[in-house]
């Protein structure tokens, strides 16, 4: 006889453990100190099963007929429902164990072994580590594109626009990392794209007129800060490259003999290496700054220790002391100053572009580019130390 609720709440414990069956393998077990939980006796592969369906009044006689139903629908397509109960319990629990800060974690790991740049790596910590605490302990399956655009917004609305926009891209990165390994189904960052309000794209300062350009090379000159910043602004100037790539720069990635310098990837912005030809000036400047000592690597090494990097804000720390405002000038800007002038002078844009390690979008363009231009990048580059030799020389 099939149960109700009332023969169910009626039903007291006795000294020993009784059912109160329902049909269909459904029964009520009722436990001496009281409790009462519902079961379904069912055969898989000639073995009896046990299944259990949860604590009645907590599952109602419905809920737990609902239950057993399902139970065996899945019979009829040959599966246990109690291991297709255990796989879904244990899958939940992953879940809720793969945290965003989890896969986080593994990405940046992932980063730091194809050898991406310090500071590079050092952002990516901020995005992630800092910026998104907010969505740490969720796990990743479960966060919406909603959550993440309230997360981005909030940075938007501080000012801190082009913030917003890296850090949609860093935690897009997370999210690609969670779905192809299984532990998410998409990337909700690709719905709010558009949500963001794009930043105010501000170009870096730099002096593009022939005869200011020639006074900072002469204030230059006569600057009595260390010699050291100034060899390595001078080398920047003749090289065409970003601040970051000189002060890193190693005595192991010159060769004097065949006149280059060769910048590894994990320091270009493009991560792929850039082969500069040295012009008799920048090769003056190396030879004057090579260093002798043991273990010493750098050329242009930090005024606290030869074994450290410049900081950050020593070029445009001296530039500032030379009297230069941040709005006149910056070091990167020096990239801007060369492209101009070459540009307004009639030499070949993309000779140019491959000194300045410009990556061109089209993959066959760009490889050609690369196997071409070597040659008339040494003559630029030699061509360019002498313009500056020049704008520096000429009078007042």
Do not use: C
């Not at 029964?27 to 259990?52: A, T």
């Not at 397509?77 to 244990?90: E, M, Y």
């Not at 072994?113 to 907010?134: H, Q, V, Y």
């Amino acid at each position: 006889m099939a149960l109700s609720e009332f023969k169910i709440s009626k039903a007291k414990p006795k000294e020993k453990p009784y059912k109160l069956a329902d049909g269909g393998g459904l029964f009520l077990l009722v436990n001496p100190g009281g409790s009462k939980l519902w079961r379904q006796k069912y055969r898989h592969l000639g073995k009896e099963r046990l299944l259990s369906h949860g604590h009645y009044p907590d599952i109602t006689l419905a809920q737990a007929r609902s239950k057993r139903d399902e139970a065996r629908v899945v019979l009829s397509n040959g599966q246990d429902p109690a291991l297709i109960k255990k796989l879904a319990q244990i899958n939940a629990e992953t879940q809720a164990r793969t945290t965003f800060k989890l896969i986080a974690e593994e990405y940046i790991e992932n980063m730091e072994e194809r050898g991406l740049a310090p500071t590079t790596m050092k952002k990516k910590r901020w995005f992630l580590l800092d910026l998104a605490s907010p969505l740490h302990n969720r796990p990743i399956n479960e966060i919406t594109s909603a959550e993440l655009l309230y997360l981005l917004k909030s940075i938007e609305k501080s000012g801190r626009r082009e913030t917003a926009k890296k850090m949609r891209g860093a935690i897009s990165a997370v999210f690609r990392l969670a779905v192809v390994t299984l532990r998410a189904e998409t990337d909700p960052t690709y719905a709010i794209k558009d949500a963001l309000i794009p930043p105010k794209v501000t170009s870096r300062a730099a002096i593009t007129d022939v005869k200011k350009f020639g006074a900072l090379l002469r204030d230059l000159e006569e600057f009595t800060g260390w010699r050291i910043i100034v060899d390595a602004l001078k080398f920047q100037i003749l090289t065409m490259t970003r601040p970051g790539e000189v002060r890193g720069a190693k005595k192991q990635e010159v060769d004097l003999a065949k006149r280059t310098w060769t910048i590894p990837p994990e320091r270009m912005k493009m991560r792929r290496e850039h082969i500069i030809p040295l012009s008799d000036q920048a090769i003056s400047i190396v030879k004057d700054n090579w260093p002798e000592i043991e273990g010493v690597e750098l050329l242009f090494p930090s005024l606290i220790s030869n074994r450290k990097w410049l900081s950050e804000n020593a070029f445009n720390s001296s530039l500032r002391r030379m009297g230069y405002q941040k709005e006149e000038v910056t070091a990167h800007g020096f990239r801007a100053t060369a492209s101009t002038i070459l540009n307004s002078r009639d030499y070949e844009p993309d000779v140019i572009e491959a000194a300045l390690a410009h990556q061109d979008k089209n993959v066959i363009r760009r490889t050609y580019n690369r196997a071409t231009y070597f040659t008339q990048r040494v003559k630029l580059m030699q061509e360019w130390a002498d313009l500056v030799d020049e704008f520096r020389d000429k009078p007042k």
